[in-house]
């Protein structure tokens, strides 16, 4: 997919970062597009559709905490990517994010090339799919995972899962009983090119839990997780 194809859509309450933001992100080929509050962010990604979305965790209005877990709610939004902006050292707005369905986050204040370069990375993703078994349907009892459709079936409702969490259910229960690795789960869902915290797979498997029930996934202390059928 070449770079003017990419629809990017970049919210932002401050003028100044959505112009600098915008100009080096538009100088690189990039369809980029604003907001200044989540409000507009949901209007606009409904009517755009963007590949990726940028948004600043505090804003007026509506934060975009609240936006990212309205747009994950919305079927045709369901593989954008989503990263946020946040001030250094905010490690729970980093891990809020990751809970409302955040696929990363970048740091503020943060140099434009070394931005252009972390976007790129994020949009590799859209292209490359995590190494997973050949088969694109997993049925197991009570849970039905449709790679293909991106689709989860749990107790015969279906159920819209953000990005990262359908990959991370997917990856697991593709072997229930084996153990993964924390270092080979990072390595297969978010990449070696992205840097996240090891916190970010239990903010995830949180979720999951949440959605699923406690029971399907077992925490292997000091190693990782694995998927449990029963």
């Known amino acids: 997919m070449s770079n003017s194809n990419v629809k990017i859509l970049l919210v932002d309450d401050e003028p100044d970062i959505l112009e600098i933001i915008s100009y080096n992100l538009s100088a690189q080929g990039y369809n980029v597009s604003t907001a200044n509050n989540g409000l507009q962010a949901i209007k606009k990604a409904k009517k755009e559709q963007p590949h990726l979305i940028i948004l600043d965790v505090m804003m007026p209005e509506m934060d975009g905490i609240e936006a990212c877990e309205h747009i994950r709610k919305i079927p045709e939004l369901q593989h954008t990517l989503i990263t946020f902006l946040t001030a250094r050292g905010e490690d729970y707005s980093q891990v809020a994010g990751f809970e409302a369905g955040a696929d990363d986050y970048i740091t503020k204040p943060i140099k434009p090339k070394v931005l252009v370069s972390k976007i790129k990375s994020l949009l590799r993703r859209l292209n490359t799919a995590p190494e997973s078994p050949s088969k694109d349907l997993i049925e197991l009892e009570n849970l039905i995972i449709d790679r293909e459709a ?41 990449g070696n090119e992205v840097v996240v915290g090891g916190r970010t797979i239990d903010v995830h498997i949180r979720k999951l839990r949440e959605k699923l029930g406690d029971k399907r996934f077992k925490t292997i202390k000091g190693v990782g997780y694995k998927f449990q059928n029963k």
């Open 150 to 190: 991106y689709k989860i079936v749990f107790e015969g409702a279906d159920i819209i899962l953000p990005r990262k969490e359908f990959e991370l259910l997917y990856l697991l229960a593709s072997k229930p009983g084996k153990v993964f690795k924390r270092e080979d789960i990072l390595d297969k869902i978010w």
